[in-house]
């Protein structure tokens, strides 16, 4: 006979149901660099860089420089304490969430479709490819074409992003941070989002449908990301680049592979460090376009947007209805003053 604690109501039915999908669905939602591997690999990187430099190397809130102990040097109250890293937590929670609504409507969507019209322009223009057999050596090249072109879209995006006035006002979300965490690179306005999305979706579209067109047979996009090398170098450095902790390569390499300590220069409001190093891997676009800032060691990188604009974007909700404001005040300009307005990059 069935007795009262075995007796269960739909919900408990329903959870039991689908709560394990929904378990697996979020845990594959987790994106690789907030992964328990790549949070121990960071971690383990900054113990050494806390026996090399004998406890020196990581910044304080204020973005400067100072010895401290073990515990403090990995976990600084400061920064994990502070509203801003509050902040993140619930913006990350809102780019995760929306994360694969855009991927469906935008990867998915458009992906297929500048795939679809760059084989028809290559096929139209040369005829059918030359179907080569990809071996070890094709995949490689392959890979590192989907790695740089993928880094040159987003470099064009995030430039675009600093310099034109209405897509600042939804970027300066991520520069209003004021201390940097691992949750930082997620920090992101609801409608960054789709912006992200779309320039993937070309930046990977683009150089898949050349190498389809190139190889004989199916081509799995996939297997190519896969690559070790690179697949580390994108989780790793996505995390430590908003750590707080100076990880440096040699000055040579840095003028080709954007080290994480790079970005704490991206996120300053120095004016010297306005509107610098916008790729995500490599230090190529930056250079070519004169907004490459290799630091010196230990330079002082104060966190977040001018301290006059920083006041209305401290909070969740100051940063949600930023764009808006923005607009708003923008619209306004121009109906009254008949100007363009003015306000992109952090020195606005
Ligand atoms: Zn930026
Ligand atoms: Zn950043």
Redesign the pocket.
Known sequence: MESATDKVGPFTELAQQYGPAVLDTLSANVPRDLRWNYLLLMLALALMIFLLRKGRGAKGADGRERPCGLAEYLLPRDIYMHVSARVDVWLCVFERALKPVWALLLLGSLGPYVERSVIGAMTAGFGAGPAIEPNLAWFFLFSAVLLLSYDFTFFVLHYAEHKIPALWAIHKV??S?EV?TPL??YREHVLEGPLYSATAAIGYAVPTAIFAWLFAGSLKAVTALDVGIFTLLFGFNGAF??YHVQFRYPRWLEKWLQSPAM?HT??SYLPQHWDTNMAVLTSIWDRMFGTLYIPEPDEYTPWGLRPDQQVDCRSFRQNLAAPFRDWHRMIREIMTAGTRPTGAGPSA
């Open positions: 991520h520069h941070a940097l930082t690179r680049r908003h970005h991206h996120h």
